[in-house]
């Protein structure tokens, strides 16, 4: 089954304690993205990637790191949580297809940093 | 940056009435991507319009965009239980009709009584 997977689905941490959710999809997509997502502010984008070892920022990349050394993975790394990183995030991939992409999203990683 | 505006931010209504969501960019949309999301849950992806005055369907659902307005409505007809979640359009930043860099408005939250 075509599907994002991530890693772990709940985390409740502490601020400072690194953390890394992980992402995983089984379609050979080329690009990946991270998003949060907040009450009132909708999703942004976190960071993305076009490719293996290929990363760029998106809207909201502070406080976050990625990597891309597999085409399948695209971690997300706390080095620091703070609490204002408490959010809901979503890892996608996509392919495109003539004009247009097809983005797919992960079931999400709800994450509270006391 | 581009801002997205939806409209209403929650909608009720009786399941069988028909509805419709509005999105209203402050930039030319070269690309409108509507998804929808159950609470807490991934992004599911409806819809992707990209010309002006394009419209498509997709059982019950129907999006449209007008360009010239900078806007995209959803419409469901004989609105159903299944249909309520949260809906979420998101534009192309990048004018390339791809789905990589999206911004996203704060979504409209759908419950639709039996």
């Known amino acids: 089954e075509a599907q994002v997977t991530q890693n772990p689905r709940y985390l409740i941490t502490v601020t400072g304690k690194k953390l890394t959710v992980t992402c995983s999809q089984n379609m050979n997509h080329e690009y990946m993205s991270w998003y949060r997502q907040d009450p009132g502010l909708g999703l942004r984008q976190i960071y993305y990637?076009?490719?293996?070892?290929?990363?760029d920022k998106g809207d909201v990349p502070e406080g976050y790191k990625v990597s891309r050394k597999e085409k399948r993975n695209f971690p997300l790394i706390l080095e620091s949580p703070s609490p204002n990183q408490t959010s809901l995030y979503f890892c996608a991939s996509s392919f495109r297809q003539g004009y247009t992409d097809t983005q797919y999203f992960g079931p999400g990683t709800r994450l509270t940093v006391l | 940056s581009q801002e997205l505006e939806q409209s209403p931010q929650s909608l009720i209504v009786q399941e069988g009435k028909n509805l419709t969501i509005n999105c209203t960019s402050s930039k030319t949309l070269y690309g409108l991507y509507w998804y929808k999301q159950k609470y807490g849950e991934g992004l599911i992806f409806l819809m992707m319009l990209q010309k002006g005055g394009e419209e498509k369907s997709h059982e019950k659902i129907t999006a449209k965009l007008d360009e010239k307005k900078q806007q995209s409505s959803l419409h469901i007809t004989a609105s159903q239980p299944s249909h309520a979640g949260i809906y979420l359009c998101g534009a192309d930043r990048t004018f390339s009709g791809s789905a990589r860099q999206l911004t996203f408005g704060s979504g409209t939250q759908l419950t639709v009584l039996p």
């Open positions: 990637s076009m490719n293996v070892e290929v990363t």
